[in-house]
C-alpha cells in the first residue's frame, strides 16, 4: 500500500519538533485562531496531570509561532498539509484523519488525537479520558461513546454499529466517528489505509476495521465523551450518504472477508468515563413519511430488489407493504438479512454497484420508520437496550452470511 | 405437340439439376469453412479466458477502470473478450464460406458485396449493443433517483427515458445499416419532434392554470418559521 505522501514543510517542522508524546490533530478545516485558543486551555486546564507528556497539536494551515512567542507558549503546534480536496462530506473527513495519523507517525507519537473540526470535543476532560485509555490503559485504539440520543445517528444504528460488531467481533457503539485515538503502533496502518477505487465506495477510515484485522491482539476501548457534533446536514442527500458509508464498509467486508469469517461472536470492550445524561425526550415524530417511501420503493424497484435478495425475502416485504401503518414492524433478522444480502451483491457486481447503493435507500427508511414507531414510547436509555438487542440478532445472523458469502450460488433459502 | 413439351420440361429438369450440382460443392465448402471457424473461434475463446484468468485480469480490471463492471455487471472482463474473440471469429467463418461458396460457383458477386456490407453490420451491431445497455443503465439509473425523491411518477419517467434511447438506437441503427433511406430520418424526427412538442404543449398550456395558482398560493402564504430536523440519520 502506498503511504500517505507528507509535504517537505512538514518534514521539515516535524523535524524540528522531533518527538512528541501526544498528537492532537483536528481532522478538518477550522479556524486557526479558535483551534489555537482551546488548544491552549487545554493545556493549561491539564496542567499538572498530564505534565509529562509533550503534546503537539495540529490541524489544516496551522503556523507555529515564531520568535518570542514560540519561546513563551506551552502549546506546540505542527503545520499539517491539507491533503488533495477529496469530494464529498465523510471522504474529506477521514481523509484529514489520515493526514493527522501519518504527522503522528513521522513524529513517533505514542498516541494520537483525532477530533472532529468543529472542535466540539477539544476539551481538557476529553483528552483526558483518551490519553489514560491508551497510554495508562494500553489500549490500542479508542472510540468514542456519545451521549444517548435515540433518533440521532440513525445510520450508524441501523447499520453500521451492527454489522461492525456482527463482522470484527468489537462491540463498539460508534464505530464511524469523528473522533478517536489509536496507539503509535496502530497510527502508520491507519495512515496508509488505501482509497476504494470505485466511486462508489468512497475512501472512508474505518478504525475499528484496521485493529480488528490488522492487530486483532490489541485491545480496543470506548470512552464516555459529552460530544454532540452538529453535522451540516444541508445540501447532503440521504440516499448519496447512505451509499457513500454503506458501500465503504461493504468494499472494507469484500476485501477483509478472511477476516471476518473466521470471527464467531463479539466481546465486549471497556468503557472509561460517565456516561452523560440520554437527551431528553420531544415529541413522538411521524413515521408516515418513512413509510411512504418505502411503499413508494417496494412499488417502483421490485425488478432490482429481486435481483440481489431471495425469494423468502421479498416475500416478507411484500407482507409488510399490506400492514397497516400501526402495525408495521421490520423484524431485526429481516433487516440483518437484507443488509447481507446487498453486501454480497455488492461484491458480486450483480447489478451497479451505484445503482444498489442508491436501490437500499427505501429499505433503510422502512427500517427507519419500524425502529421509529417501536422506540416512540421508550426512554433514550430504553431505546439503547433495544439496539443492543438489535445488534445480538445480527449475530445471529452471521452463520446465513457465512454461507451466502461462500456458495453465493448453491445456497439459496 | 406433347413430345415438346416432355422435351422442354425435361431439358428444364436438367439444367436445375446441373445448377444444384455446381451448387454443392460451393454450399458444401461454406458449410465447412463456418464450423471450421466456429470450432477454432470456441478453442480460442476458452484460451484466451484461461490466460485472462490466469494473469488476473478481472482484478487488475477492477483495481483500475470500472466502466466495463458498471455497466455489464454480470459479465466478467474476461467472459466479454472471450465472446467477443469466439463472435469474430463466427463473423470471419461466414466471409470466409461465402467465398469458399462463390470460388466453387465462379461468381464472386456476393462476397463483394458481403465484405462492402460487413462493415455497416458490425457497427451496427455496436451501436445496438451499446444503445441497450445505455438505455438499461440510464433508464434504471433515473427510476431509482425518482423513487429517493419520492417521485410517484418515478416508473413512468424511467420508461420514457428507456424508450426514447431505444428509438434514437433504432434509427441510428437503420440509419448506419442504410435501410429505410429517408423515410426512416422523416419517420424519426416526426415522432421524437411530435413528442417533444406534444410533452411541451402538455406543459406549457395544461400547467398554465397550476403555475398562476401556485403564485397565488406562494404570495398569500404566511411567513413559516422552519422547524428543526427531528431524525438525524448521520
Known amino acids: 500500500m502506498a503511504g500517505l505522501e507528507i509535504t517537505e514543510e512538514t518534514k521539515q517542522q516535524a523535524e524540528r519538533i522531533g518527538t512528541a508524546d501526544v498528537v492532537v490533530g483536528i481532522a478538518g478545516a477550522v479556524s486557526g485562531e479558535d483551534a489555537r485558543v482551546r488548544a491552549a486551555r487545554v493545556i493549561e486546564e491539564l496542567g499538572s496531570g498530564l505534565s509529562g507528556l509533550r503534546f503537539v497539536f495540529t490541524w489544516p494551515g496551522a503556523a507555529p509561532e515564531a520568535g518570542d512567542a514560540a519561546e513563551n507558549s506551552s502549546l506546540t503546534v505542527a503545520p499539517l498539509a491539507p491533503p488533495a480536496p477529496a469530494g464529498e462530506f465523510w471522504t474529506a473527513v477521514s481523509a484529514h484523519q489520515r493526514a493527522v495519523l501519518a504527522l503522528a507517525e513521522s513524529l513517533n507519537a505514542r498516541a494520537c488525537i483525532v477530533l472532529g473540526s468543529d472542535l466540539a470535543a477539544l476539551d481538557p476532560h476529553v483528552i483526558q479520558l483518551l490519553v489514560y485509555a491508551i497510554l495508562d490503559r494500553q489500549c490500542g485504539l479508542v472510540m468514542p461513546v456519545y451521549p444517548a440520543a435515540k433518533y440521532e445517528g440513525l445510520i450508524n444504528s441501523g447499520i ?10 468489537r462491540r463498539v457503539r460508534y464505530p464511524l466517528a469523528f473522533d478517536f485515538a489509536a496507539s503509535g503502533a496502530l497510527c502508520g496502518s491507519l495512515a496508509r489505509t488505501m482509497a476504494a477505487p470505485d466511486n462508489s465506495g468512497g475512501s472512508l477510515l474505518w478504525p475499528v476495521t484496521v485493529a480488528a484485522t490488522q492487530f486483532p491482539q490489541v485491545p480496543v476501548g470506548q470512552v464516555h465523551v459529552e460530544v454532540r457534533h452538529e453535522v451540516a446536514t444541508g445540501g447532503l442527500e440521504l440516499s448519496a450518504v447512505l451509499g457513500q458509508i454503506a458501500g465503504s464498509l461493504f468494499y472494507e467486508m469484500e476485501h477483509c472477508a478472511a477476516h471476518w469469517q473466521r470471527i464467531r461472536g463479539s466481546q465486549a470492550t471497556p468503557i472509561w468515563g460517565n456516561a452523560a445524561d440520554g437527551q431528553q425526550d420531544g415529541q413522538p415524530i411521524d413515521a408516515q413519511p418513512m413509510l411512504d417511501s418505502f411503499l413508494l420503493g417496494s412499488k417502483n424497484l421490485d425488478e432490482v ?14 407482507r409488510l407493504t399490506r400492514m397497516t401503518p400501526e402495525q408495521f414492524r421490520m423484524p431485526d433478522e429481516l433487516w440483518a438479512s437484507i443488509v447481507f444480502d446487498f453486501a454480497l451483491a455488492y461484491r458480486l457486481r450483480t447489478i451497479s454497484r451505484v445503482h444498489l447503493l442508491g436501490a437500499l435507500t427505501p429499505l433503510y427508511l422502512g427500517w427507519v420508520a419500524s425502529y421509529v414507531r417501536e422506540v416512540s ?8 437496550q433495544r439496539l443492543e438487542q438489535f445488534s445480538r440478532a445480527w449475530e445471529d445472523k452471521k452463520p446465513y452470511l457465512l454461507q451466502r458469502w461462500r456458495w453465493p450460488d448453491r445456497f439459496n433459502p | 405437340m406433347w413430345q415438346q413439351v416432355e ?9 436445375v439439376m446441373n445448377r444444384m450440382a455446381t451448387l454443392l460443392p460451393g454450399v458444401l465448402a461454406f458449410v465447412v469453412a463456418f464450423l471450421l471457424f466456429l470450432l477454432v473461434g470456441w478453442l480460442l475463446s476458452l484460451l484466451v479466458k484461461w490466460i485472462l484468468t490466469a494473469v488476473k485480469f478481472d482484478e487488475r480490471m477492477s483495481r483500475g477502470a470500472s466502466a466495463i463492471a458498471e455497466w455489464s455487471p454480470r459479465s466478467t472482463p474476461s467472459l466479454l473478450i472471450a465472446r467477443i474473440v469466439f463472435w469474430c471469429f463466427v463473423i470471419a467463418g461466414v466471409v470466409v464460406g461465402v467465398s469458399a461458396f462463390e470460388a466453387g460457383t465462379s461468381e464472386h458477386i456476393i462476397s463483394g458485396w458481403i465484405l462492402g456490407y460487413v462493415p455497416r453490420v458490425i457497427g451496427a451491431a455496436i451501436l445496438l449493443l451499446a444503445g441497450n445497455v445505455l438505455a438499461r443503465f440510464v433508464s434504471r439509473s433515473v427510476l431509482i433517483t425518482g423513487v429517493n425523491l419520492n417521485l410517484s411518477y418515478a416508473r413512468l419517467l424511467s420508461m420514457g427515458v428507456r424508450w426514447m434511447i431505444l ?10 445499416l ?8 422523416l419517420g424519426f424526427g416526426i415522432l421524437f419532434g411530435g413528442i417533444v412538442f406534444a410533452l411541451s404543449l402538455a406543459v406549457g398550456l395544461g400547467s398554465r392554470d397550476l403555475v398562476s395558482r401556485s403564485l397565488e398560493r406562494e404570495a398569500a402564504r404566511p411567513v413559516e418559521i422552519p422547524q428543526p430536523e427531528k431524525i438525524h440519520h448521520f
Open chain 1, 305 to 318: 430488489w429481486r435481483l440481489v435478495l431471495p425469494p423468502n425475502t421479498l416475500l416478507e416485504l411484500r
Open chain 1, 160 to 169: 453500521l454499529c451492527p454489522l461492525s460488531r456482527t463482522l470484527y467481533g
Open chain 2, 167 to 176: 428509438v434514437l438506437t433504432g434509427a441510428m441503427v437503420l440509419d448506419h
Open chain 2, 178 to 185: 442504410a435501410l429505410g433511406g429517408a423515410i426512416v430520418e
Open chain 2, 7 to 15: 422435351q422442354s420440361l425435361q431439358s428444364s429438369m436438367g439444367r
Open chain 1, 377 to 384: 414510547t421508550l426512554s433514550s436509555g430504553a431505546a439503547e
